[in-house]
């Protein structure tokens, strides 16, 4: 359940639109002549066994975990410990929480420092940490692409084929209900805008962009209203399910065979080992439908990147350490086997950490090589300053039209709106 996506931020965000997050409490840009010691907010399990590692090897440039809850407590803690004071020189931080850090003016621009390795990730996923400007706020710790995980025994029983489009997905579904009207093949969660946002990712949806301190806001762009609409006309009709997921009812559902589909993440295999063990070696991962067949493309759902902030003692010594954390094979294989990443750095995608598949997959041989192949081809993606507000719409508006079995693009408009109102509210220049 970690790796969900949470809220960016319960807090108003201050300071209108500047996005360039430059500071008179500028952190230092040399290597440390002395001894330095780091603080470091992370929630990552048994990161500090990674962080002992680099203790041990530099020991001039010693870094101090602390764990942290994540989501909008630790954005809040963040904020409030910046405006104190006692804002740590490193922290983990969800992309879709970067804007209102930077905004904040709690995060240092590390361009300089990490130009060497942006070729280490897919171009998708480091613009999450860029912001669309000529910045870098952060460096990408781990990902979250989009792929579909299927009741491979049950379509063999009703004869299904694995969708590759999204057309043959809402057919597959139509037929799941013929054929066996106890089953659904998927259902829509109005409970899980990151979910939403990672599958209009995939369409091509860009809901925020920065230029200069003008933000423009598309939310409800032609893809996002072409995704709600898809699924709001397959939950009107009765062909999939509507139930949240993440509730007693959705793991029962997994574990009797109602639900036999879930476009999900790569996270997705401890989900189902927690919440529906009985039909362990049942399952099968596949990529996301596309919605023009031939094409190869997904979206993100969930992540996180290690930023230095702007008091750091030591900007440099800070982005060695993050460079180090989230590149170097001796860490980022730790990450995997101790944290239960799924690592930003393309090489650790290939890496020896991840040659044996998921436990609860252990049949499918290719499960991380198939992975890495879709997780190359995840979305571009700017996140807003408010996301917060965006997802908060989302299970309003959207709640309200899955009740209704309403068309979702109205709902989509009125996320546009609500976005907007809070952003010009609290002092952005919206264009």
């Given at each position: 359940m970690r790796h969900r996506i949470a809220s960016a931020v319960g807090v108003l965000v201050l300071g209108a639109g500047l996005l360039a997050g430059c500071s008179s409490d500028t952190p230092e840009n040399t290597a440390p002549a002395g001894p330095v010691d780091l603080a470091f907010w992370t929630w990552v399990p048994n990161i500090d066994k990674v962080v002992a590692k680099w203790n041990a090897a530099n020991p001039n440039i010693h870094v101090t975990v602390s764990t942290q809850a994540q989501g909008d407590e630790l954005v809040t803690k963040l904020l409030t410990a910046a405006q104190g004071g006692g804002a740590p020189d490193l922290v983990q931080a969800e992309y879709q929480a970067l804007p209102t850090l930077v905004s904040n003016d709690v995060l240092a621009d590390i361009k300089n420092e990490t130009q060497s390795i942006k070729d280490k990730f897919s171009p998708g996923l480091w613009q999450q940490v860029t912001l669309g400007t000529d910045a870098v706020y952060a460096i990408p710790q781990d990902a979250g692409p989009m792929m579909l995980y299927y009741r491979k025994d049950v379509f063999t029983e009703l004869g299904l084929t694995v969708p590759k489009t999204w057309d043959e997905f809402a057919a597959t579904a139509r037929t799941v209900r013929t054929k066996a009207p106890n089953r659904f093949l998927t259902t829509f969660s109005s409970a899980d805008p990151g979910w939403f946002a990672g599958l209009s990712q995939q369409a091509?949806?860009?809901?925020?962009?920065?230029?200069?301190?003008?933000?423009?806001?598309?939310?409800?762009?032609?893809?996002?209203?072409?995704?709600?609409?898809?699924?709001?006309?397959?939950?009107?009709?009765?062909?999939?399910?509507?139930?949240?997921?993440?509730?007693?009812?959705?793991?029962?559902?997994?574990?009797?065979?109602?639900?036999?589909?879930?476009?999900?993440?790569?996270?997705?295999?401890?989900?189902?080992?927690?919440?529906?063990?009985?039909?362990?070696?049942?399952?099968?991962?596949?990529?996301?439908?596309?919605?023009?067949?031939?094409?190869?493309?997904?979206?993100?759902?969930?992540?996180?990147?290690?930023?230095?902030?702007?008091?750091?003692?030591?900007?440099?010594?800070?982005?060695?350490?993050?460079?180090?954390?989230?590149?170097?094979?001796?860490?980022?294989?730790?990450?995997?086997?101790?944290?239960?990443?799924?690592?930003?750095?393309?090489?650790?995608?290939?890496?020896p950490a991840l040659q044996k598949p998921p436990?609860?997959?252990a049949e499918q041989t290719d499960f991380y090589s198939l992975a890495k192949q879709i997780a190359d081809t995840a979305a571009g993606f700017i996140w807003g300053p408010n996301v917060n507000v965006t997802y908060s719409a989302y299970r309003d508006q959207i709640g309200k039209a899955v009740t209704q079995k309403s068309p979702f693009g109205p709902a989509v408009d009125q996320m546009q709106e609500i976005t907007i109102a809070d952003m010009r509210k609290n002092g952005f220049k919206v264009g």
């Open positions: 091509g949806a860009q809901w925020w962009a920065i230029s200069g301190e003008t933000w423009q806001v598309t939310v409800n762009d032609a893809a996002t209203k072409k995704v709600a609409d898809y699924w709001g006309k397959l939950v009107a009709e009765g062909a999939i399910d509507d139930q949240p997921m993440y509730t007693p009812e959705w793991n029962k559902a997994l574990n009797d065979g109602t639900l036999i589909a879930w476009p999900s993440a790569i996270w997705g295999p401890g989900v189902l080992a927690g919440n529906a063990a009985a039909t362990k070696g049942k399952w099968a991962m596949a990529p996301l439908p596309q919605w023009t067949a031939g094409e190869s493309k997904t979206g993100n759902w969930g992540g996180s990147s290690t930023a230095v902030t702007t008091k750091a003692k030591n900007k440099a010594a800070a982005v060695q350490f993050a460079t180090w954390l989230n590149t170097s094979p001796e860490a980022t294989s730790m990450l995997v086997t101790d944290g239960g990443l799924y690592p930003a750095d393309k090489a650790a995608q290939a890496g436990d609860f997959f």
